[in-house]
């Protein structure tokens, strides 16, 4: 069996010390263009590929950063960890990814086996953890440095990236209440949930501000389960005129049982999402939302994270940070217009 080429190999070749070749593996700016020609020329004869194994024991720095949503599933979680690892290959880290299925002990151990792995940096979208303590905050995460997305850690040293979870549910529920509508429904996940919490007190603000009665279900992510919920929802005697669905996933569920219910928004019933989805504007009619800038907000975390690895790697300590992104109302039909006084 041949001989893997070295890097040695690469720089006798080219004519230039192992000390250029390195420079050029590492993009430095050092080296002269006529060198650095020379040595991608020899890189290509030779097939040489760094032993990145290698190269990390002598820098101490792995260059992988850790990905932990709850499930990849959705596609908020999954458009974040997308653009989280667009950003990683820009600054020439590879990613390892995992989910934690809203399981705080999956959650620890994913986390444990990334640290093992030698990441340098976490992003996590934290799973349900009711009012226990994370178990993030224990060993052996102590000296990680760790952004916590779209939900927080509360207690700990984590910077925190959220949105404006309560304002959001409350300026999608105000453009209901706007059209007339009197009867809406606020259909969210476990209150357990940061972002349900949240995004049910805006609804509550928004309805007590008019003194309207709130009416909150909680529904799973299981979608027949959603179905049987809203046909008994829509069998009684006050059947709500609108609905306020507190993510995606539900949206896609709701929109799903009303279709077997042969229930087309706008009418007999209202509509409003909370996070966009691709779909949304070309259903018919198209969905209104609350829209999130999930985009922004997966580059946003992993700046983040490659901020406080850079300074840390010049010996600043920054402190813990919160940022909160902005969201806005995309208006569409599954409204309608305002309704007749009753």
């Given at each position: 069996m041949a001989r893997a080429s070295r890097m040695t190999d690469v720089a006798e070749m080219a004519g230039v010390s192992t000390m250029t070749v390195s420079r050029v593996l590492n993009a430095h700016s050092s080296v002269s263009d006529e060198a650095r020609r020379k040595v991608l020329a020899a890189i290509e004869r030779l097939?040489?590929?760094?032993?990145?194994?290698?190269?990390?024991?002598?820098?101490?720095?792995?260059?992988?950063?850790?990905?932990?949503?709850?499930?990849?599933s959705d596609p908020f979680f999954a458009t974040c960890a997308d653009e989280i690892s667009t950003v990683a290959k820009q600054h020439s880290y590879s990613v390892v990814l995992a989910?934690?299925?809203?399981?705080?002990?999956?959650?620890?151990?994913?986390?444990?086996?990334?640290?093992?792995?030698?990441?340098?940096?976490?992003?996590v979208i934290?799973?349900?953890?009711?009012?226990?303590?994370?178990?993030?905050?224990?060993?052996?995460?102590?000296?990680?440095?760790?952004?916590?997305?779209?939900?927080?850690?509360?207690?700990g040293r984590f910077d925190r990236l959220l949105v404006e979870n309560e304002r959001g549910a409350r300026i999608g529920t105000d453009h209901l209440i706007s059209l007339g509508h009197k009867r809406i429904a606020f259909l969210g996940l476990s209150l357990e949930l940061y972002t349900m919490r949240m995004r049910e007190h805006g609804y509550r603000s928004a309805m007590q501000s008019s003194r309207l009665s709130p009416r909150v279900l909680e529904l799973s992510t299981c979608q027949e389960s959603t179905r049987l919920i809203l046909l008994k929802l829509f069998s009684g005697k006050a059947r709500p005129t609108a609905l306020l669905c507190a993510n995606n996933l539900l949206t896609r569920h709701v929109l799903h049982a009303m279709q077997t219910m042969n229930l087309h928004p706008p009418d007999p019933v209202a509509l409003v999402g909370f996070d966009d989805f691709d779909t949304a504007e070309l259903m018919r009619p198209g969905i209104t939302t609350v829209r999130q800038p999930e985009e922004v907000l997966g580059r946003t975390a992993a700046e983040m994270l490659f901020e406080r690895l850079t300074a840390e790697a010049h010996g600043i300590q920054l402190p813990p940070r919160e940022v909160i992104m902005p969201v806005d109302l995309v208006v569409r039909g599954s409204c309608g217009t305002k309704i007749p006084a009753v």
């Amino acid at each position: 069996m041949a001989r893997a080429s070295r890097m040695t190999d690469v720089a006798e070749m080219a004519g230039v010390s192992t000390m250029t070749v390195s420079r050029v593996l590492n993009a430095h700016s050092s080296v002269s263009d006529e060198a650095r020609r020379k040595v991608l020329a020899a890189i290509e004869r030779l097939r040489y590929q760094p032993n990145e194994l290698a190269r990390s024991l002598r820098e101490r720095r792995s260059r992988q950063i850790g990905i932990l949503v709850p499930y990849v599933s959705d596609p908020f979680f999954a458009t974040c960890a997308d653009e989280i690892s667009t950003v990683a290959k820009q600054h020439s880290y590879s990613v390892v990814l995992a989910t934690s299925n809203e399981d705080p002990a999956v959650e620890f151990y994913e986390a444990s086996r990334m640290v093992r792995r030698n990441i340098e940096g976490l992003v996590v979208i934290p799973a349900r953890n009711g009012k226990a303590r994370s178990l993030l905050l224990g060993h052996p995460f102590e000296r990680l440095p760790v952004i916590a997305l779209d939900r927080p850690i509360k207690g700990g040293r984590f910077d925190r990236l959220l949105v404006e979870n309560e304002r959001g549910a409350r300026i999608g529920t105000d453009h209901l209440i706007s059209l007339g509508h009197k009867r809406i429904a606020f259909l969210g996940l476990s209150l357990e949930l940061y972002t349900m919490r949240m995004r049910e007190h805006g609804y509550r603000s928004a309805m007590q501000s008019s003194r309207l009665s709130p009416r909150v279900l909680e529904l799973s992510t299981c979608q027949e389960s959603t179905r049987l919920i809203l046909l008994k929802l829509f069998s009684g005697k006050a059947r709500p005129t609108a609905l306020l669905c507190a993510n995606n996933l539900l949206t896609r569920h709701v929109l799903h049982a009303m279709q077997t219910m042969n229930l087309h928004p706008p009418d007999p019933v209202a509509l409003v999402g909370f996070d966009d989805f691709d779909t949304a504007e070309l259903m018919r009619p198209g969905i209104t939302t609350v829209r999130q800038p999930e985009e922004v907000l997966g580059r946003t975390a992993a700046e983040m994270l490659f901020e406080r690895l850079t300074a840390e790697a010049h010996g600043i300590q920054l402190p813990p940070r919160e940022v909160i992104m902005p969201v806005d109302l995309v208006v569409r039909g599954s409204c309608g217009t305002k309704i007749p006084a009753v």
